[in-house]
């Protein structure tokens, strides 16, 4: 079963992208790569996922090394609303959550 | 408006006084599962249920039931709870396989 581990706090300029990652390289080639974000204790948020290629939405970009043993999300301008607690997960017959880091955006 | 519904959003009990925490789902929703939250341990999975009459252990089971009778719910019923269950627990569910997990607004539960 895959795990993912993840720095524990960053820090972040207003404006500057926040790069983000995760290693879970124990994760098996069809297991997926998941990030959420949780604002105070809030239910955490969705905001992107992956198998083997990058992915970008609206909300941020998900680059996953080539042998699937680390991922960074990255918010390309990190805003003050970011400031929040980020999950990496992997998907495997179920959901395995990191303990997360604390983003703190500065102005 | 598509949401996970879990009730009650706090809960303050003592130790061996059966509770049960409910989750709705309004989405026809296959998968459900429930979650812990600690400090410094993140979100640890409790339960998951793949369809109705379908559930299977989490990483952290001990402690807790569950039961899948309807698709739309999936209860959480702590039988004997004991103050190492004090937690943040949060119910979630999805539509199958490689879809995104919707969280509902958790239920923090003190046991005294």
């Known amino acids: 079963d895959a795990k993912t581990t993840q720095p524990t706090s960053m820090d972040c300029a207003e404006g500057r992208a926040a790069n983000l990652p995760c290693n879970h390289s124990t994760i098996s080639g069809n297991e997926y790569v998941y990030w959420y974000r949780q604002i105070h204790s809030q239910g955490p948020q969705y905001i992107i996922h992956?198998?083997?290629n990058n992915e970008t939405n609206e909300m941020a970009s998900l680059i996953i090394t080539e042998d699937r043993k680390s991922s960074t999300l990255i918010l390309p301008h990190a805003t003050l609303r970011d400031t929040a607690v980020y999950y990496c997960?992997?998907?495997?017959?179920?959901?395995?959550f990191g303990t997360g880091t604390s983003l703190t955006v500065i102005p | 408006e598509a949401q996970v519904t879990q009730n009650p959003r706090y809960l303050i009990t003592v130790t061996g006084k059966k509770l049960t925490v409910t989750c709705s789902q309004n989405m026809n929703h296959e998968y459900m599962s429930w979650y812990r939250q600690d400090p410094g341990l993140g979100l640890r999975q409790i339960y998951y249920s793949m369809n109705v009459e379908v559930t299977d252990k989490g990483d952290v089971p001990e402690g807790y039931k569950v039961s899948r009778k309807e698709k739309r719910n999936f209860p959480l019923i702590l039988e004997s709870p004991s103050p190492n269950q004090t937690s943040l627990y949060f119910c979630a569910s999805t539509t199958g396989f490689n879809e995104k997990l919707f969280f509902g607004s958790g239920t923090q539960l003190s046991v005294l």
């Open positions: 992956g198998l083997k």
């Open positions: 997960a992997a998907l495997g017959n179920q959901f395995y």
